[in-house]
């Protein structure tokens, strides 16, 4: 099932978008909650200051004067035991007992107090101011208010355009800002990316992308080289074989030249074979194509091996092949080691003196957790300009012993990317004229990745 895509330009908008409502909604609510807040202090401010204009007919108990007053709020006198004295609106009589008021109450204990309850349909609330008089009795002044949600109500027609024009807005905006945001992506130059004008943010991202089309370009490189080389390393002995086979072909050949040609013909066909092999090698090492689980190996078992396998080349040679150190455990894949170690001491060999030697030394390092693999040899060394390209492919430092010895010129490049491989690292120490020393480092934590 394919992955629905999301667009950026549309996760902008719509978050910004939603963004602006949210800040709309926010505002209006805390303008409405301030504009109350502010009207309501004002009312308590209007009730206190209407209590001190009518102290002296409060305090005397002249209730005939109190009732002329115009006013729309309610007036209430109470005496000192909760016994309602008077009030404008209805008759004393009929209200009962306030010594338990609230309001009554703490403006005993205080001297004056501002309490507000809600009616029981919450549409409206009371505001009450009341206060104690020097005659003892309690002046309580009140008045109705409306509440937040009758006062939103009441605003409905002006908050529901403010609340349009607010998506209006926010729409323009969040449009503007989307597309300004995404206009510096959509101009990034995938090609030179780092030339691109981008943010500071995206930087590493250019960057990476600059890294890979560096890479990609590498490996055109690389392969178009590799191409080039193997066409070349095949032309030459397919052409051998060819001109061979075409002169034992017509005849006429004594047995002695048929003999040399055949052999000629046998060793050319040998070094093809080990050139491909060596290339198959190298293809399944790069692809990553191995299928063989890792497992533990001894790194002297595996010398051993190869040393076997190399006793006659050297001894041909007058070589001595010596293995020393611990047994080097390690976590890998038993061929690719093989072939690492193979090609290395087999290079001893081929680019060694008469009567030279080949040392394989091994040791561990518990505490680095860390194995070295050491192959010494005696042989040409390797000129100071030349150790950086060893390890490319057909590479060869003496092109002449390379050819007379069937070395293909890719047994380093299987090395390196062996040890890749195993994430090892290889270094090599030299001197021409007084041999080499390759070090292969297993780190005994990575390789078991």
Request: charged content about 25%; some cysteine; hydrophobic content about 35%.
């Amino acid at each position: 099932m394919a992955q629905k895509t999301e667009s950026l330009t549309f996760k902008i908008f719509s978050s910004t978008f939603l963004a602006g409502a949210l800040v709309y909604f926010a505002c209006a609510f805390l303008f409405l909650a301030s504009i109350y807040g502010y009207f309501e202090k004002q009312i308590f401010r209007e009730l206190e200051n209407e209590s001190f204009l009518i102290d002296n007919f409060a305090s005397s108990r002249q209730f005939s004067l109190l009732s002329g007053l115009k006013t729309s709020n309610r007036i209430t006198v109470i005496a000192g035991d909760g016994q309602v004295l008077f009030d404008n609106t209805v008759s004393p009589s009929s209200l009962e007992n306030h010594s338990k008021r609230q309001e009554f109450i703490e403006a005993v204990e205080k001297g004056s107090v501002t309490i507000s309850r809600y009616s029981s349909t919450m549409t409206e609330k009371t505001l009450y101011y009341a206060r104690l008089l020097s005659s003892g009795d309690v002046l309580r002044i009140s008045c109705n208010q409306h509440s937040v949600a009758t006062l939103v109500f009441g605003m409905s027609q002006f908050l529901l355009v403010m609340l349009i024009l607010a998506i209006i807005t926010s729409g323009i905006t969040a449009g503007f800002l989307s597309k300004k945001i995404v206009n510096p992506l959509n101009k990034i130059d995938l090609e030179n990316p780092e030339k691109s004008c981008v943010y500071e943010e995206l930087k590493p991202f250019t960057k990476r992308i600059a890294e890979e089309n560096f890479e990609k370009a590498q490996r055109e490189e690389l392969r178009q080289q590799f191409s080039a080389n193997v066409s070349h390393e095949l032309k030459t002995p397919l052409t051998s074989i060819s001109g061979f086979a075409e002169i034992l072909m017509h005849g006429g050949t004594d047995e002695k030249t048929t003999k040399d040609f055949s052999k000629t013909i046998y060793n050319e066909s040998q070094r093809m074979i080990s050139l491909v092999n060596d290339i198959i090698k190298l293809s399944k090492l790069d692809e990553k194509s191995i299928s063989l689980e890792k497992e533990d190996l001894s790194l002297r078992e595996i010398a051993r091996d190869a040393v076997n396998v190399l006793k006659i080349q050297a001894e041909q040679k007058n070589i001595s092949l010596s293995i020393t150190g611990d047994k080097g455990c390690i976590k890998g894949v038993r061929p690719v080691i093989y072939e690492m170690i193979y090609n290395l001491i087999d290079n001893g060999i081929k680019y060694n003196r008469e009567k030279g030697s080949v040392n394989v030394d091994i040791k561990s390092n518990l505490e680095s957790k860390r194995v070295f693999l050491y192959v010494r040899d005696t042989g040409i060394g390797i000129p100071e300009n030349e150790k950086e390209r060893i390890f490319e492919r057909f590479y060869r430092v003496d092109k002449s012993r390379s050819k007379e010895s069937g070395g293909t010129g890719l047994g380093l490049s299987i090395v390196k990317h062996g040890a890749k491989y195993h994430n090892a690292s290889v270094m090599v120490q030299s001197e021409e004229g007084k041999g080499s020393c390759f070090t292969v480092i297993f780190n005994t934590e990575e390789n078991l990745n």
